[in-house]
C-alpha cells in the first residue's frame, strides 16, 4: 500500500501510513487497495480522497473483498 501510495499518489507522510494502517484494520488491505486504484484513476493526489472512497464503501455496506467482488460484479485480485 505504502509503496503504491508513493509510486502513484504522493509522498507518503507518517499520518498517512498511520492512516493507511488504520484503515487496512477497519476494512482489509484488499479495499485500501482499490480505494488507492480509485484515487489515482481519478487524478487525485490526497489521502482525503482515498479515505472519502472508503467512507463511502463502509456507508454502503462495503467492508470486504467479498462485499467489493458482489456490489461491482467483478472478481478483482490485488
Given at each position: 500500500m505504502?509503496?503504491?501510495?508513493?509510486k502513484n499518489i504522493g509522498r507518503v507522510t507518517p499520518s498517512i501510513k498511520?492512516?493507511?494502517?488504520k484503515s487496512a484494520t477497519e476494512t482489509s488491505r484488499f479495499?485500501?487497495?482499490k480505494a488507492l486504484i480509485a484515487t489515482f484513476e481519478a487524478g487525485k493526489s490526497d489521502w482525503a480522497y482515498t479515505r472519502g472512497v472508503?467512507?463511502?464503501w463502509i456507508k454502503d455496506g462495503i467492508r470486504t473483498?467479498?462485499?467489493y467482488e458482489r456490489t461491482f460484479g467483478m472478481e478483482a485480485g490485488l
Open positions: 505504502v509503496e503504491y501510495y508513493t498511520i492512516n493507511l494502517e479495499l485500501v487497495g472508503l467512507n463511502n473483498k467479498e462485499d
